[in-house]
């Protein structure tokens, strides 16, 4: 059971947009940043967004991330075959004193 | 540009000790947060810890108990030991660059390795 809540799939088709959900709590998300991930088929993660809706250079600008109270959102828009991955949302927790990861969605291109 | 090489053994038996050990090569050591991830098949990813370059460490509080991280700044490298090891342990290890202790920005990522507990 992880901290952080996603869903534990989602999918489109190329050129679509969608969106994965991570949801937390005030000690987590409502007061930290989030950070998300990619992790390509057997592959490490990849940083994907930084503090909570930045991009490292080299990710494209169709990645983007977003925040609001204890939940935060990845935004993927003009969907590719290569986008198919496992996307993680991660944050620090104050009460926990500790890192938390949500449970990972994997993303599905039709 | 950094990059992370790890090693360590990749079956144990119940009750032994796994020990992992993770080089950095291309930057910097100090000013960093060295950090261990793991991942159990098929599930998601979990925070084990991690280690300033002055040696100040903070561990995920379930595997508090086991866990050791430390590091040898001679050399740039960190290693984890995590003793009493059971079938839950097994998982594909990682080991990270961080920002600092509460900022889990992890880049880069050393390239895995499965451990195997049976």
Same mark, same amino acid.
């Given at each position: 059971q992880s901290v952080l809540t996603q869903p534990p799939s989602a999918s489109g088709t190329p050129g679509q947009r969608v969106t994965v959900s991570c949801s937390g709590s005030s000690s987590n998300i409502g007061n930290n940043y989030v950070y998300w991930y990619q992790q390509l088929p057997g592959t490490a993660p990849k940083l994907l967004i930084d503090r909570n809706n930045q991009r490292p250079s080299g990710v494209p600008d169709r990645f983007s991330g977003s925040k609001s109270g204890t939940s935060a959102s990845l935004a993927i828009s003009g969907l590719r075959s290569e986008d198919e991955a496992d996307y993680h949302c991660v944050a620090w927790d104050d009460s926990l004193g500790g890192v938390v990861f949500g449970g990972g969605t994997k993303l599905t291109v039709l | 540009q950094v990059q992370l090489?790890?090693?360590?053994?990749?079956?144990?038996?119940? #009750?032994? $000790?796994?020990?992992? $050990?993770? #080089?950095?090569?291309?930057?910097?050591?100090? =000013?960093?947060?060295? $950090? /261990?991830?793991?991942?159990?098949?098929?599930?998601?990813?979990? /925070?084990? =810890? =991690?280690? +300033?370059?002055?040696?100040?460490?903070?561990? +995920?509080?379930?595997?508090? #108990?086991?866990?050791?991280?430390?590091l040898d700044t001679s050399k740039n490298q960190f290693s984890l030991k995590l003793n009493s090891v059971t079938a839950?342990?097994?998982?594909?290890?990682?080991?990270?660059?961080?920002?600092? /202790? +509460?900022?889990?920005?992890?880049?880069? /990522?050393?390239?895995? $390795?499965?451990?195997t507990v049976s």
């Open positions: - | 090489q790890q090693w360590g053994a990749g079956l144990l038996k119940p #009750s032994e $000790t796994l020990s992992l $050990t993770c #080089s950095v090569y291309g930057g910097s050591f100090s =000013g960093y947060y060295w $950090t /261990w991830i793991r991942q159990p098949p098929g599930k998601g990813l979990e /925070w084990i =810890g =991690g280690i +300033n370059h002055f040696g100040s460490t903070n561990y +995920n509080p379930s595997l508090k #108990s086991r866990v050791t991280i430390s839950a342990d097994t998982a594909v290890y990682y080991c990270a660059r961080g920002l600092k /202790w +509460n900022y889990p920005r992890f880049d880069p /990522w050393g390239q895995g $390795t499965l451990v």
